[in-house]
């Protein structure tokens, strides 16, 4: 246990701590600070997050031959299924690889907050800081310039429009035509159901943890929209 929580400490939380203080040194502001940081651990993201979108946008692709399958072995689940991962073997298609970049950004979404609520002050500089980072001593709590990051309606608002562009990204990862779910159709069941309660736990986890967390998703997400408005685009335009 020791271990991991010093190797969270040691990958995570000291080198977000030190970039985030290091990027307020240029504008000197906190905003954005946050957003040259987001784009950054997106840039190093994006390979991964590029195999997955790319493997989202192939499994729209091949949507018709999965409704295909399920109405042909619509008696028959465990053929059924067979088929489908035969398909997405065929295809080289993983289902999987589409949540590998969200579940990688939860642990940094969490040392996000912890340099929010712990790391923002004197004796956490004294104690994470690199030795060519700059002790900045104190970090005023304002988000581009103006904004209080403490302000309770900021971090709703911005929670709602984290929440709006979730629900927005979630669709357009959706099949576009895809029939009604009936009550077997368990995959296209949950798929809907989860376009709308993820925006819903968006503005929970955004209000609970605080406006750097908010601002870090808000921006995440809407980096993974052009991401995935590119990749629609150039598969278009190879097929």
Known sequence: MNFIIQSFYTFLYQPLLNGLVLLYFLPHDLGLAVF???????????????????SQQAIKTIEPKIREIKQKYK???????????????????????????????????IALYRVFYNG??????????????PNPGEIPLKIFWFFDANSKIFIIVLAILAAVLQFWQSKMTMPKGQKKSTGTDFANTMQKQMLYIFP?????IIYKTGVVVGAYWFFSVLFSLLEQTIIAKTTKQAT
């Open 36 to 54: 040259i940081l987001t784009l950054l651990v997106r840039l190093i993201l994006f390979p991964l997050s590029f195999k997955g979108l790319k």
């Open 75 to 109: 008696d028959n689940i465990p053929k059924q299924n067979r088929a489908v991962m035969e398909l997405y073997k065929q295809e080289k298609v993983s289902p999987v690889s589409g949540c590998l970049p969200l579940l990688i950004q939860f642990p940094i979404i």
């Open 120 to 133: 923002l002050n004197i004796e956490s500089f004294n104690r994470f800081l690199y030795s060519f980072v």
């Open 200 to 204: 819903v736990i968006t503005i929970f």
